[in-house]
């Protein structure tokens, strides 16, 4: 088990990878195990900081089942401020943190080599594949450097994994990023392509998107706790079946919007996509 409060960061340099949504289903996730979670949205687009003003004005503040802060990643002194503040807070079993899809913020270093985990999503296609494989070997030159500092686990997730794309020659192709890719850490399970994985609240539960990634959150849960029986027994507050949340009355009406606040990690596209960084910004 890893000694809590555990932080656990999404990261990739490739936007519209699905990192956000992944990083707020995976905290719904913990809170049906009775784990104390906090969000902390370093993203430039501060998408889930957006997503629970929304929430809030859906479903009021009585059902916020975690805490999500908005934080800048753009100093160094900040960022290590706020690991010291987490490492110090009784009441947080797990922090995850959204970071940028960019790797120009100087907050960045400190916050990867306090991670005690870094999940990296990536999607199988001739574009992700090349930038994530820029991502993952900045990681490695970052843990060269710094030593026995930085102890994060990698878990590298295929995400959005459509199986009707794809030639035979790519699907090779994929197999053989799979293997080089396990040089740098755990490559999960496939998260299959499904609209309910591109929607997510920080309020409503989630129930049609749990199952589709619960492979990959088990394993992610089994690392931190080494067991996958909940952590502790809760009445949940927050997180509940997504049926119990709408309306009595006009329930068909609402039924396709009460499950989440559809925002797209595709937006994250019109972020520019950074090159791999020199020697001189691993310094900083």
């Not at 120009?104 to 080599?113: C, D, E, I, T």
């Not at 005690?116 to 993952?136: C, E, G, K, R």
């Not at 049926?243 to 972020?271: C, F, R, V």
Request: charged residues 25%.
């Amino acid at each position: 088990m890893i000694q809590t409060p555990v932080i656990v960061t999404f990261a990739n340099q490739k936007g519209g990878v699905g990192k956000t949504s992944l990083c707020v289903t995976f905290a719904n996730y913990l809170v049906t195990k009775g784990v104390r979670v906090v969000v902390i949205d370093c993203d430039f687009q501060h998408s889930i900081m957006k997503c629970r003003k929304s929430d809030i004005k859906r479903y009021g503040e009585e059902l916020i089942p975690y805490e999500v802060w908005s934080y800048e990643v753009n100093d160094n002194n900040a960022m290590t401020s706020l690991v010291e503040k987490l490492h110090n807070d009784p009441e947080i079993d797990v922090a995850l943190m959204d970071s940028p899809g960019s790797l120009m913020a100087n907050g960045l270093v400190p916050m990867f080599v306090n991670s005690d985990i870094i999940v990296v999503p990536f999607h199988y296609d001739l574009v992700t594949v090349p930038s994530t494989a820029s991502f993952l070997m900045f990681l490695d030159r970052l843990r060269k450097m710094v030593g026995a500092k930085m102890k994060a686990r990698l878990f590298i997730v295929p995400n959005q994994h459509d199986l009707r794309v794809g030639r035979r020659s790519e699907l090779l192709l994929w197999d053989n990023t799979r293997e080089t890719f396990s040089n740098y850490g755990y490559v999960t399970a496939k998260i299959p392509k499904r609209a309910d994985m591109e929607r997510f609240s920080t309020i409503a539960g989630l129930d049609m998107a749990l199952p589709i990634a619960a492979q990959v959150f088990d394993k992610l849960y089994s690392c931190i706790f080494d067991t996958l029986d909940p952590l502790r027994e809760v009445e949940l507050s927050g997180i509940q079946l997504t049926e119990n949340l709408y309306p009595k009355s006009g329930k068909k009406k609402y039924q396709a919007a009460a499950t989440s606040i559809a925002l797209s990690e595709d937006a994250a596209e019109d972020e520019s996509e950074a090159a791999e960084p020199d020697d001189n910004q691993l310094n900083q």
